[in-house]
């Protein structure tokens, strides 16, 4: 019994790479998307409101941990300059946590709609980098949690013993917050370095003869982001930096090697210089002649037709 096989028909994903689609279905397309994002979005901020005290409570624990912010109970003051400050500040917190939780599905719709753009090649290259930047960010987040600590134990010290302190708790959460974005960020600086060496912008020997440049870079930018004009805090973020930007320099010798950069043929002549020309030119001779084995007909000549002759009442 023969059955009639019947013919899978394109997905989403290949109509969109081969440019199957229409303006109006990658429209259609963009809008499911946003909508499952947001979907996914709101059902994470519902979970991040459950989680938003216990979030609030990690974040004050580097203050409350300060002697200087003990209370005779034991526990840490804080204060709210409106009414609704603090109930904004939780709506705030499980909006950013829902936005983690919901990270894999946003994420995804988002990839799922740039992807068919980007040859095979360029999809691999988003994998590495993307699956590098959330330990990177992480990393970073939670350097600037441990800077924070230190940073505000130096600025409560010097502060007048006759005043006392009492931090706003939604200016002393942006302000963490902020710390935390500001170092997560940094440490995304080695994926730029990367995607300069893996796109062929820049060779990892250019890249490490920029090493003064960046040294002075990342401790300048250490200098500014760190809360504390104390040295501690900003050398251990630049030093983080500087280390991050020589590892990434290392992966980039190891990308060039692989892709057999720096043995060109011009490697090593400068731009005004002639390159030696390893060509040895031998004479041409003349090729043998080849005859016909049979001889060609030549086509008879087609007469012209002949003339019409036609009146000019045969016409009308």
């Known amino acids: 019994m023969a059955f009639a096989l019947r013919k899978r028909a394109p997905s ?7 440019g199957s689609m229409t303006l109006i279905e990658h429209v259609r397309e963009l809008r499911n998307r946003l909508f499952k994002a947001s979907l996914a979005i709101l059902v994470g901020f519902g979970f991040g409101i459950w989680l938003a005290s216990p979030v609030l409570g990690i974040l004050k624990k580097p203050y409350c941990d300060l002697p200087q912010a003990q209370l005779s109970n034991g526990a840490c003051n804080f204060v709210q300059l409106g009414p609704a400050d603090l109930f904004l500040l939780n709506l705030k917190i499980g909006l950013w946590v829902g936005l983690i939780i ?5 994420l995804y719709q988002l990839w799922a709609f740039i992807a068919p753009g980007l040859h095979r090649h360029e999809r691999r290259y988003a994998y590495v980098f993307t699956g590098l930047a959330a330990p990177l960010f992480a990393a970073g987040a939670v350097l600037a949690y441990f800077v924070t600590a230190k940073g505000l134990e130096f600025l409560l010290q010097v502060t007048d013993a006759n005043i006392s302190t009492t931090l706003d708790i939604t200016r002393y959460v942006s ?7 500001l170092f997560g960020v940094a440490f995304e600086f080695p994926l730029l370095v990367l995607m300069l060496n893996f796109v062929g912008i820049a060779s990892a020997k250019r890249l490490l003869s920029w090493w003064r440049v960046a040294v002075f870079v990342f401790f300048a930018f250490s200098a500014v982001v760190t809360p504390t004009p104390d040295p501690f805090g900003m050398t251990a973020l630049a030093i983080c930096l500087c280390a991050l930007y020589f590892a990434a320099v290392g992966v980039a010798f190891l990308n060039d090697r692989r892709k057999g950069r720096g043995k060109e043929i011009y490697e090593g ?3 005004d210089e002639v ?3 390893e060509f040895d030119a031998q004479p041409v001779e003349a090729g043998a002649r080849v005859d016909a084995t049979a001889p060609i007909p030549v086509p008879e000549p087609v007469a012209a037709p002949a003339p019409i002759d036609r009146r000019y009442d045969d016409m009308t």
């Open 175 to 181: 302000f963490v917050t902020n710390l935390i974005l």
């Open 269 to 271: 002549v400068a731009d």
């Open 102 to 106: 919901a990270a894999p599905v946003w």
């Open 12 to 18: 989403t994903f290949e109509r969109a790479a081969d």
């Open 275 to 277: 390159s030696p020309l």
